[in-house]
């Protein structure tokens, strides 16, 4: 047989030399179309052979081969190979295809991987098998059952784009006689060892399983059963795919290939036509173009194909699953046949897939990696899955949530158990089984259905949205951990059994979820980057035209027409127009453009200056008027014919709103921000914001319309983006950021004007930007796009030369950030690919924390992260003259990062601005260094901390966490209560390099976690004066203003984790050792433990900064070991225990002081209604008092006045109707309301609004955080509500004048009160006017100050007063109280036994004691002991009888509860105490008398003088009201008819000294109450009298 090509081929193939070469023309530009066919049929056992002679790195993917029966002669051919069908084999990457379907998943070498010159080979044995030869080394059989006739096939896809026939002959005898050796070897020992992992290379005339099972597979049946197929996967689309749906099956490589091809090709189609639209037909994976095969890779030019994948009519839709079920060929997936039954001729897929047996709501696809639960909307749970084999150690199981269901409360678990599904009944849930189960449900872990951690980690499964990833992995060490979305949570359980099975449990909103099989991090984030870009709005939109040497003579070029508003003006040749009096005028500033709109031609303008003074800002749009013929109205909104504009966040036709909430809000971008406006062919309009499309905003506009932007209110300036690379540059751009050289920072004396030559070369990526004259870099359309945008130095570094670039903007949409490095490939030799990381040769680059060289990781957990870095941080590299490479942050040498550069070979820097890294420029820093630096070899960046210099020592700040005691004149801090509410602050703000350092002295190793350590912005004298209120329970929950905290061995700033494996974890510090933190002159947070330095751990940290240290957990007490030389005896006076200061600090003159001390420089604005409100409101009172005269919505309303800072705005309910349901709504707007067009209901604000609705906070409609507060539409008539933006921008909820703590940040200024007059609501009226700004002397909280001696506890002060808390109950309509009084009523007790004033029933639950402001514990009695309030318990008082000494058991007895049974209430309440025999278990333990057997007497005759009554109580409801103590019955509500159930007990008086604290009886391992120990939570008495009931308790489920 000739070794030649067929003439006939892909429509991009070019045939050279004899026909034996062939070239895929435009390599750079297209990746597909490169099929080839040999010219002859295949003689059985030819090898038809082909030389790589060269790849490019544009693309992924890489050479494809195989053999197909069609005749080239008559081919119609496909796109690439893999679309190929009617008898073709095609092996792709380590895959092998059966016309287009996957048939082996790992065989032979990885075709991607081959470089050029390797050769690679496919031949037909005599027995009809495929082999694949690669360097001449045969890798086994990949197919059985091939017909005679058959033509060799070879795709030069992607990276592959030449390839040369070298030979079609046999192989040598002795390359056979290897392989059949080799084959034999492998299937022996295969055998021999049993492994569970079986791969075919090879096979021998006797196995015979094979021959079987591929000649079946062909045939369709395997004794008379369909053979399951798999679906299509190994179709490489040039599109992205219309649908993303989980059944769209495609591998994690195929996924990567996909995405980065499809959209390079979109985006470099220009001109060409066709693939404009991902989101139509020709972005199908599998459409049907007209005239080509439906399931092959559709052509660049192809549209409107179909949406689906799968739409050959002859396969099974991905959609429905694979006919036949499960296709895998795994142990556990081919009907229960062990690894021992598998001979070595046995095809497998060894892959993770759910297993076949399942619950019985479970519908599985995508062949078994696809689980999704039926009826979601009406069933939660009978949802379990298991894995088709036990897990590997280190094997990570990965699932990713496809779907989700707003309906139920719970969502996904997780885990891992040793049950085999086969013989498996499956429970209902996971948790529900008993043994052998490991699960993560929530955010803790469940062993055998019963909590082992309660707070596992800080991730909670439940608030998981759709797309995330959820895995597990038991190491080889027998430690079981759970990641989500690629970060480990550490270690879930220590000691987890050697088989297991990964389980999930698809309960409550989790409908669907598909098992994850690539788990690289960074192929991860490239995936994760390029779905969000593929599914960008504007993907395939015209983009403009980036010219770096334009016209500026062109005829055709956008201008502003010369005809604008008589306030504005035209400057820059027509490209910019502006306001020149825009602090004068906020009107008259309309500009259109020069020349009409063509068809998708993109008008985009960027902002570049703004005024402050004006509300509104840009306005952009089209019209139909000619500019050189109109009058110009002051806004073009007054236009009323042949307009549309975008105006704020919606958009006007003719002057009339069409679309309300219809984009990215005009009013609230800055200078430098970019708008855009085009109209599309089919007479649809965009609107672009910053390069992201809006969607469509109108439809029919005609063909001829100018643009039109409206320089309104704030906006004063803005330029035509026409060309941007000769784009003026914005102020901030032409800065070189921060330059300063700190102490540290390599500097240079001689050098300091030789970097001036440094500039970033004019050739780069795709998507960059050269600007500001080649120093600043950008990345255009930086959220749509996050990579192709590579940059690099004009010249080569010289060796000791510093190159540093400062990062100047970022964007928070992607994943990774920038990545820098350099590289030996000269800038025009280098074909720029998506990353630098892809490149494999002569490139060394730092990612994250890891050093890649070539793309391969040489070295993790590098001293500095380039994730963590924010806007200002420098970045530099320079290459020593003896070869190696030092990274430096803001100045800092971060030590060697590799060795072994060239010496004396050109290098180049190079930047990529991947991810959320959108601009840098070259600093002045830039240049040689000194030459100490350049052959340096000190790399350790800890030293040891000598004992603190002599001086003033530090001091805790008197502000801190309420469960802290301050001692030692404010030198040592201890925690007295629970394991959290232990935050302190250094005294006064540190100095640079000042380093605040503690001991710790004592620990408690009951509890888990230990202290934290950071810097923060919050100032402490900002916090309410009472240190109860206003201050997070733990430090990484502190978000009010930035902090920077070290949490074990994690960085977090703001609680979101920065880095990870800092150091040494803080959770193993014991007594003794100490802990610091400065702050250093480079802007950086350090570490110190035990005086030895851990470098940086933060960066950009701000230089107003407090040390805050957290006694969380295991650490209860601490002592400040540190000085300072520059403090003043008198300003840090430490704070007096018994005289503590509500205002503190009256030698600090800033405005926070101010106020706190001198309230009467305060003048509280007057507040009123503002005139413009819904249509149902009605004004009276002077605007104070507002009323919704009809219906139950429309009742909007807002202040006329912004709330100022720190003023409380409050008004009263007047008048409620129970007619209607819910209530009223409060908030805050951040934008102008005498222009708002109130909708019916506040719900429907969803511009710059945040609200407060029944128990949630709403921000812009979405739901930002519940269980907030109390219950708003259970606040009855005559409550006063109030709201407050304090000094922080932090909005809060004040009921009855008690703050209910931050509902949302980040609260805009000015802003404006908002009320919801809705449902039951009908009147409110202000009252604010009479009550001073918060802060003030009259409206100081009660703090530990004011508090009397009888406060004091072994003096110690406590938090509130032992007295009881007010019995009242302010809420009069309380719905669960009503339900339990009906419940009450049920039990026919005589009402002599309560009491007869009902105000002193008291309803528990969680709108009632928040509006009360109930604290969770109280004290009581003489001495003082701790009880918690019954919180979810109503409480019904009862009558006291007169011969009790009243006052003295109310003041100086203790509370305690009982919890009992239903059937003992009547019996207790007749004796007025608490009984033997009246709780439900343990409440007797009568004295037995054995018999001479050992059997006990009957007890019937026992005399009552042998009873030894014993009564249980407990100070916690949480311990009493266990079912086991107060049985749950059931009853019948008798107004709605629903059954519940309910349960009771007893709140009772116990004398001091009649009971015997001791430990709970139930072997309860979990806490049950957090402020009382399981050692201390049961009462026991024995003395008569000894108790007083004081109300029955009664909670209904």
Not at 540 to 559: A, K, Y
Request: proline letters at 6%; aromatic letters at 6%.
């Amino acid at each position: 047989m000739a070794a030649e090509l067929h003439p006939r081929s892909g429509k991009l193939i070019g045939l050279s030399n004899s026909n034996r070469t062939a070239q895929r023309n435009q390599p750079v530009q297209e990746f597909n179309h490169g099929l080839v066919l040999s010219r002859e049929p295949l003689r059985d056992r030819d090898v038809f052979t082909v030389r790589i002679d060269k790849k490019v790195n544009s693309w992924s993917g890489s050479i494809e081969i195989g053999v197909t029966a069609l005749d080239p002669a008559a081919l119609d051919f496909p796109s690439s190979a893999t679309g190929l069908k009617g008898g073709s084999w095609i092996v792709s990457g380590c895959s092998v295809l059966r016309d287009g379907r996957s048939v082996l998943e790992e065989y032979g070498r990885d075709l991607d991987q081959l470089a050029e010159g390797d050769r690679v080979g496919i031949q037909r044995s005599p027995r009809g098998e495929l082999h694949l030869w690669v360097n001449g080394q045969d890798c086994g059989a990949a197919a059985s059952g091939l017909p005679p006739r058959l033509w060799a096939v070879v795709d030069l896809y992607g990276k592959c784009t030449q390839v040369t026939v070298v030979s079609c002959e046999p192989p040598l005898p002795s390359a056979e006689r290897e392989a059949t050796v080799r084959d034999v070897e492998r299937e022996d020992e295969e055998d021999e060892e049993e492994e569970e992992e079986v791969v075919v290379h090879g096979g021998r005339e006797d196995t015979g399983i094979t021959a079987l099972v591929n000649v079946a597979t062909m045939n369709g049946t395997v004794n008379g059963e369909e053979v399951p197929e798999l679906s299509c996967m190994h179709s490489r689309p040039d599109k992205f795919p219309n649908n993303l749906e989980p059944e769209t099956v495609l591998t994690e490589h195929q996924l990567f290939d996909v995405f980065n091809n499809a959209i390079v090709s979109l985006y470099r189609s220009e001109d060409q036509g066709g693939g404009g639209d991902v989101g139509g037909g020709g972005g199908s994976r599998e459409g049907g173009a007209t005239g080509t095969d439906s399931s092959s890779r559709s052509d660049r030019g192809s549209s409107n194909g179909g949406g689906t994948v799968n739409s050959d009519s002859g396969v099974g839709s991905a959609g429905g699953g694979a006919p036949g079920g499960n296709a895998n060929h795994s142990p556990a997936g081919n009907g229960g046949v062990g690894p021992g039954m598998m001979t070595g001729g046995m095809t497998t897929n060894d892959a993770l897939l759910f297993h076949e047996k399942c619950g019985t709501l479970i519908k599985l696809s995508n062949n078994n990696k696809t689980a999704e639960r039926r009826r979601p909307l009406d069933e939660f749970n009978n949802g379990v899955v298991m894995t088709n084999r036990p897990l590997r150690h280190n094997e990570m199981f990965e699932i990713r949530i496809d779907k989700l269901v707003d309906k139920w409360s719970g969502s996904i678990e997780i885990g891992v158990t040793t049950h085999n599904p086969n013989n498996l009944d499956y429970p209902a849930t996971m948790t529900n089984l008993r043994s052998g189960t490991i699960m993560m449900s929530g955010c803790g872990i469940l062993t055998n259905g019963k909590g082992t951690r309660r707070e596992y980690c800080e991730f909670s499964l439940d608030e998981l949205q759709e797309g995330d990833h959820i895995g597990l992995m038991r190491k080889a060490s027998g430690a079981l951990h759970f990641y989500i979305n690629g970060i480990d949570q550490g270690v879930a359980a220590a000691q987890t059994p050697g088989v297991v099975y990964g389980v999930v449990d698809l309960y409550g909103m989790a409908v669907k979820v598909t098992i994850v099989h690539n788990h690289n991090h960074s192929d991860r984030l490239r995936r994760n980057n390029a779905i969000m870009r593929a599914l960008s709005p504007d993907v395939g939109r015209p983009r403009p035209t980036l010219s770096l040497t334009p016209d500026p003579e062109g005829p055709d070029r956008l201008l502003f027409h010369p005809n604008c508003g008589q306030k504005a003006a035209i400057i820059s040749d027509g490209r910019t127009a502006l306001r020149p009096h825009a602090t004068d005028d906020f009107n008259h500033g309309v500009v259109l453009s020069s020349r009409p709109l063509r068809s998708n031609e993109v008008f985009q303008v960027r902002i570049d200056k703004m005024v402050d003074k004006w509300a509104g800002s840009i306005e952009i749009g089209v019209t139909t008027h000619n500019p050189a013929y109109l009058q110009l109205p002051s806004t073009m909104t007054n236009l009323r014919s042949g307009t549309w504009m975008m105006t704020g966040n919606g958009v006007m036709h003719n002057g009339t709103t069409i679309l309300d909430e219809y984009g990215h809000n005009l009013d609230r971008l800055k200078a430098g921000d970019t708008v855009g406006v085009v109209r599309k062919e089919d007479g649809s309009l965009h609107f672009f914001v910053n390069g992201v499309a809006q969607g469509p905003a109108a439809w029919n506009v005609p063909s001829s319309v100018y643009a039109v932007v409206d320089l309104y209110g704030q906006a004063a300036q803005a330029t035509i983006m026409d060309d941007m690379a000769d784009l003026p540059p914005l102020p901030e751009d032409s800065s070189e950021g921060p330059v300063a050289m700190s102490p540290g920072s390599p500097c240079s004396v001689t050098g300091a004007n030789t970097a001036n030559d440094l500039r970033f070369h004019q050739l780069h990526g795709t998507n960059a930007v050269i600007t500001n004259g080649g120093r600043t870099a950008l990345r255009q359309n930086c959220r749509s796009e996050f990579n192709d945008a590579i940059v690099i130095s004009n010249r080569c570094l010289r060796d000791g030369e510093l190159f540093e670039i400062v990062i100047q903007k970022m964007v928070d949409r992607w994943s990774g950030s920038i990545e820098a490095g350099v590289t030996a490939i000269r800038p025009e030799e280098l074909e720029f690919p998506n990353t630098m990381t892809d490149i494999d040769y002569d490139t060394w680059m730092l990612s994250g924390t890891a050093i890649m060289q070539d793309g391969n990781t040489m070295r993790n957990n590098y001293g500095c992260d380039l994730d963590s870095l924010t806007t200002g941080s420098r970045i530099g590299m320079m290459r020593s003259a003896s070869g190696d490479l030092h990274y430096y942050i803001n100045g800092v040498d971060q030590g060697v990062a590799c060795t072994g550069l060239p010496p004396g070979k050109e290098v180049f820097a190079v930047i990529d601005l991947y991810g959320q890294c959108v601009q840098v420029s070259i600093t002045s820093s830039s240049g040689p260094l000194d030459n100490s630096f350049c052959t340096s070899n000190i790399t350790e960046k800890s030293f040891p901390i000598h004992s603190p210099v002599a001086g003033v020592a530090h001091r805790f700040h008197s502000k801190h966490g309420k469960n802290v005691v301050l001692l030692g004149e404010g030198c040592q801090a201890v925690r007295v209560g629970g394991y959290a509410h232990g935050i302190v602050f250094s005294g006064k703000e540190l100095k640079t390099d000042e380093l605040f350092e503690v001991k710790i002295d004592e620990v408690d190793e009951q509890w888990s976690g230990s202290l934290h350590v950071g810097l923060t912005t919050l100032a402490p004298q900002e916090l309410p004066s009472c240190p109860l209120s206003g201050l997070s329970p733990s430090l990484p929950q502190l978000r009010a203003k930035v902090t920077w905290l070290l949490c074990g061995s994690e960085v977090r700033r703001n609680s979101l984790l920065q880095r990870q494996n800092y150091g040494c974890s803080l959770d193993r510090l014991t007594v003794g050792n100490r802990v610091g933190v400065k702050r250093c002159s480079d802007d950086t947070m350090h570490i110190l433990i035990d005086g030895e330095d851990l470098g940086p751990a933060a960066t950009a940290v701000a230089k107003n900064v407090y040390a805050v240290l957290d006694l969380y957990g295991r650490v209860t007490a601490m002592s400040i070991v540190s000085s300072s030389v520059m403090e003043d005896m008198e300003s840090i006076k430490a704070p007096s225990l018994s005289s503590e200061s509500c205002s503190e600090g009256e030698e600090d003159s800033t405005p926070v002081r101010e106020v706190e001390s001198e309230p009467c420089a305060l003048v509280p604005t007057v507040m009123a209604f503002l005139e413009n409100h819904g249509k149902n409101i009605q004004l009276s009172n002077q605007n104070l008092t507002a009323a919704r005269v009809s219906s139950y919505n429309q009742g909007l309303l807002v202040t006329a006045q912004p709330l100022p800072r720190q003023q409380l705005f409050q008004f009263q309910i007047d008048r409620l109707n129970p007619s209607w349901t819910s209530s009223l709504s409060l908030g805050v707007i951040g934008h102008s309301p005498d222009r708002l067009n109130f909708p019916s209901t506040a719900c429907c604000l969803k511009r710059s609004a945040w609200l407060l609705q029944r128990d949630s906070v709403f921000h812009n409609s979405l739901k930002i955080c519940e269980n907030y507060g109390p219950n708003l539409d259970t606040c009855p008539e005559g409550t006063v509500l109030g709201l407050l933006v304090d000094a922080n921008n932090c909005l809060h909820l004040y009921v009855n004048g008690m703050d209910q703590g931050v509902a949302a940040q980040d609260i805009p200024s000015p802003c404006y009160p908002l009320l919801d007059l809705y449902g039951q609501c009908e009147q409110v009226t202000i009252v604010t006017n009479n009550v001073p700004a918060v802060g003030g002397e009259n409206g100081e909280a009660r703090c530990q100050g004011d508090m009397e001696k009888a406060d004091m506890v072994d003096g110690i002060k406590e938090s509130v007063c032992w007295t009881p808390p007010p019995e009242v109950n302010p809420n009069k309509t309380c719905e669960y109280q009503a339900l339990c009084s009906r419940f009450k009523d049920l039990l026919t007790l005589p009402d002599g036994y309560f009491n007869e004033d009902a105000k002193y029933n008291l309803c528990y639950c969680e709108s009632c004691h928040k509006l009360r402001g109930d604290e969770a514990y109280y004290k009581r009695g003489e001495p003082p002991r701790d009880y918690a309030l019954p919180f979810g318990w109503c409480r019904f008082a009862l009558r006291i009888k007169s011969h009790c000494e009243v006052s003295n058991a109310l003041k100086k007895w203790h509370i305690a509860y009982h919890g009992t049974s239903v059937g003992a209430l009547r019996r207790t309440l007749d004796h007025s105490q608490l009984l033997p025999g009246t709780s439900s278990i343990f409440s007797v333990s009568p004295a037995k008398t054995e018999g001479p057997n050992g059997y006990s007497e009957p007890e019937e005759n026992s005399a009552p003088g042998r009873e030894v009554p014993r009564v249980q109580l407990s100070p916690t409801m949480r311990y009493s009201g266990l079912e086991i103590f107060a049985p749950k019955v059931q009853f019948q509500d008798p107004r709605s008819h629903r059954r519940h159930q309910a349960q009771v007990g007893f709140q009772v008086c116990v004398r001091p000294g009649s009971y015997k604290v001791g430990p709970q009886t139930l072997s309860t391992s979990e806490p049950l109450d957090p402020r009382f120990s399981n050692a201390e939570i049961e009462w026991i008495t024995k003395e008569q009298g000894g108790t007083l009931l004081y109300g029955l308790l009664i909670r209904v489920e």
